[in-house]
């Protein structure tokens, strides 16, 4: 069965400065991995996710995400951030496309701070 | 474009009463889900249906069921609600598996007292 950890529960940091949220996985086989946003009262919203090819891989609203397989991490990365990237973000994973059970981390909440 | 839509938004039972969370979709997506959402927990899957006419349970499926009506509509029903069930619930909906990304309602907030 496959899991995913997320490091971190909260992580604040100052608005226009860099962030990194941090996802490790573990997984005997093959992974499919995922970052979704949840804002304040909304459901998910799909950031990006790798399936294969590229192992950088950029989202929407200046997200990148690298996949590491040798230490099992798909950490999440934007070089600058806004207030409006205050939210809740969730890693997840899937073992084989096809199949129907994404497993969610338990969240990472950033708080950017004017 | 209305994507999933979920009904009702917020709800209050006593314990033992029973309800059914509504989920549409109206993007002719195959697979169906629901998840509960608490602090701390992460989302959790409750039951899915990877196509119309079949479902399947997921990591925490004791105390529900579901009904997947047809290819639009995938319901969620408590029997006898306990205080344990208190949780915000997402429907969630894909083309196909969930490689190809989820596409979530906007939840219902569950309160059992």
């Known amino acids: 069965a496959q899991s995913v950890t997320q490091l971190d529960s909260q992580v604040p940091v100052f608005e226009e400065a860099p962030v990194e949220l941090r996802c490790n996985y573990s997984s005997s086989v093959s992974v499919y991995l995922f970052w979704y946003v949840q804002y304040p009262n909304q459901g998910l919203q799909l950031l990006l996710k790798?399936?294969?090819?590229?192992?950088l891989v950029k989202g929407i609203n200046g997200f990148e995400a690298e996949f590491n397989k040798s230490q099992t991490s798909f950490h999440l990365r934007k070089p600058s951030v806004h207030i409006s990237d205050t939210a809740e973000y969730f890693c997840?994973?899937?073992?084989?496309?096809?199949?129907?059970?994404?497993?969610f981390g338990k969240g990472t909440k950033l708080s950017v701070i004017p | 474009n209305a994507g999933v839509t979920q009904t009702p938004k917020f709800q209050v039972l006593k314990t033992g009463q029973s309800m059914t969370l509504q989920c549409a979709q109206d993007m002719n997506h195959n697979s169906m889900y629901w998840y509960r959402q608490d602090p701390g927990m992460g989302l959790r899957l409750i039951y899915y249906?990877?196509?119309?006419?079949?479902?399947d349970k997921g990591e925490v499926p004791n105390g529900y069921n579901v009904s997947r009506l047809n290819k639009r509509e995938f319901s969620l029903r408590l029997e006898s609600a306990a205080p344990s069930q208190t949780s915000v619930y997402f429907c969630?909906?894909?083309?196909?598996?969930?490689?190809?990304?989820?596409?979530f309602g906007s939840g219902t907030r569950l309160t059992v007292v």
């Open positions: 969630a909906s894909s083309l196909k598996g969930a490689g190809y990304g989820y596409t």
């Open positions: 249906s990877a196509s119309e006419g079949t479902t």
């Open positions: 997840a994973v899937l073992t084989g496309a096809g199949s129907y059970q994404l497993t």
């Open positions: 790798y399936l294969s090819g590229s192992t």
